[in-house]
């Protein structure tokens, strides 16, 4: 259901790619009306094939002030929880957007295929491995598309990374270093979600890990993971002095605080690869170093940046031998479009045009199961306090 203005606005997401067919409108709800359901939002409201139906939220009212917000006009939202949203046949549901915190990611997305119904599911997949596969496994039975959040996929210059290592000027990757984070950036937007076990499960590992982890990994078309030596701590987010609550006026953050603020992992990949990755919500340090990764005949440095955010602010540089000598080539970056379609806008458009015309997920879970055993390997290996080998069951 869009409004005259929004319209507008899309013209820029068609421009850069072929005209939408809205004679058929896909019918879409939300579950989950928080923070990140507002991205989604706004961009159905781009869409000129999509109408919002329903929407539903566990805390009572919330997904009704919600789409009033958005000004969006005759969606269903009396509804407990997902399951009451689902079990409504009334409503024809095409499609579903999953913006519930990660502990709910498995269940809401498991019954939404059940109930035959395509589900874009916010990244991380989920919390554990077991959920991953029981994700995977519904998602074969119905047929659907299912496909994970990870917009900065779609970035020019992230897809960049991938088109090198594509290219084979590489040569053989062996060695992988990735990660990032931030110095003081422990996120509480609207509350404590991504703090608490019960709704977050995991923390800075997996809120911006995945992305770190996604941003090389889709590079080198997702290794298997084989083993994982695994370490997390939670040093500020247990500690009512971090400056992020004193000024925020919320010292008693910490707690609550149950999952971890720093991770660090050595994942051994299929093809003889390393790979060594660290994340970090808060550290003493501006950054935990730039991502590379080496190869026989190149090795790539991807500036370290705030990659949960899509992009980084300084080019890419590759580091070879040309006729003997030790050459730099420097990828310029490709500027970014002040008017084109958002990151968001991209990711909402390739999903419902996977639903539409029946091709595959933009971001498959086959690949981002690698991606949740290596979080998942992480917070296990920590808490065993040794290597752990990954083993994923067929599906
Ligand atoms: N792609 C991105 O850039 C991006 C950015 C921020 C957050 N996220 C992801 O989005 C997810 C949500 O984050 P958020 O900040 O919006 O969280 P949030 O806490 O603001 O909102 C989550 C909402 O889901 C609701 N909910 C939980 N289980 C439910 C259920 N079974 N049925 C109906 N409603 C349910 C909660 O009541 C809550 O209102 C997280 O997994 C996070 O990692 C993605």
């Given amino acids: 259901m869009a409004k005259a203005g929004d319209l507008d606005a899309f013209k820029s997401v068609q421009a850069e ?23 989604h939002i ?12 329903a929407g539903a939220d566990l805390i009572p009212g919330k997904a009704k002030a919600f789409f009033e917000r958005f000004g969006v006009e005759g969606v269903k939202t009396d509804y407990k929880d997902h399951k009451e949203m689902l079990a409504d ?56 598309v299912l496909s994970i959040g990870f917009q900065p996929r779609l970035d020019d210059n992230m897809q960049m990374i991938r088109k090198i290592v594509q290219s084979g000027e ?22 404590t979600t991504f703090l608490e076990d019960k709704t977050a499960g995991l923390g800075a ?65 299929e093809g003889d690869i390393i790979l060594d990755f660290r994340i970090a919500w808060a550290m003493n340090l501006d950054t935990s170093g730039d991502s590379i990764i080496m190869g026989t005949k190149g090795s790539l440095r991807i500036p370290s940046t705030e990659c949960w955010n899509g992009t980084f602010d300084k080019p890419l540089k590759i580091y070879h ?41 933009p971001v498959p879970s086959s690949q981002i199961i690698y991606n949740q055993a290596i979080l998942d390997g992480i917070a296990r290996s920590s808490d065993l306090g040794h290597e752990i080998e990954i083993n994923i069951p067929e599906i």
Avoid at 117 to 122: G, N
Avoid at 329 to 350: A, E, Q
């Fill in 321 to 361: 031998e040309v006729a003997g000598n030790q050459v730099e080539t420097v990828i310029p970056l490709i500027p970014t479009n002040p008017n084109g379609p958002s990151l968001f806008d991209k990711k909402i458009r390739t999903f419902l045009d996977a639903c539409k015309n029946g091709t595959p997920a």
């Fill in 42 to 53: 706004k961009s159905y409201m781009k869409m000129p094939d999509v109408e919002i139906v």
């Fill in 170 to 191: 590489l040569g053989k990757v062996y060695y992988i270093q990735t990660g990032g984070g931030r110095r003081r950036g422990i996120p509480f937007p609207y509350g």
């Fill in 17 to 39: 790619g072929p005209a939408v067919d809205a004679s058929k409108k896909m019918r879409v709800g939300i579950i989950g009306t928080g923070w990140i359901a507002e991205a």
């Fill in 205 to 269: 590992l997996a809120d911006i890990g995945c992305y770190s982890l996604d941003c090389v990994l889709n590079a080198l078309d997702y290794p298997k993971p084989l083993t994982v030596t695994g370490y997390k701590s939670a040093y500020f987010g247990k500690d009512p002095n971090y400056s992020g609550y004193v000024k925020a006026g919320h010292p008693e953050y910490a707690k609550v605080f149950g999952v971890d603020d720093f991770a660090a992992g050595f994942i051994r990949l």
């Fill in 89 to 144: 046949k009334s409503l024809k549901l095409d499609a579903v957007s999953v913006c519930t915190y990660n502990r709910t990611h498995a269940v809401c997305t498991i019954d939404s295929l059940n109930a035959g119904i395509h589900v874009l599911l916010e990244k991380p997949m989920c919390v554990t491995l077991d959920e991953a596969v029981e994700i995977m496994k519904a998602e074969k039975k119905s047929g659907k």
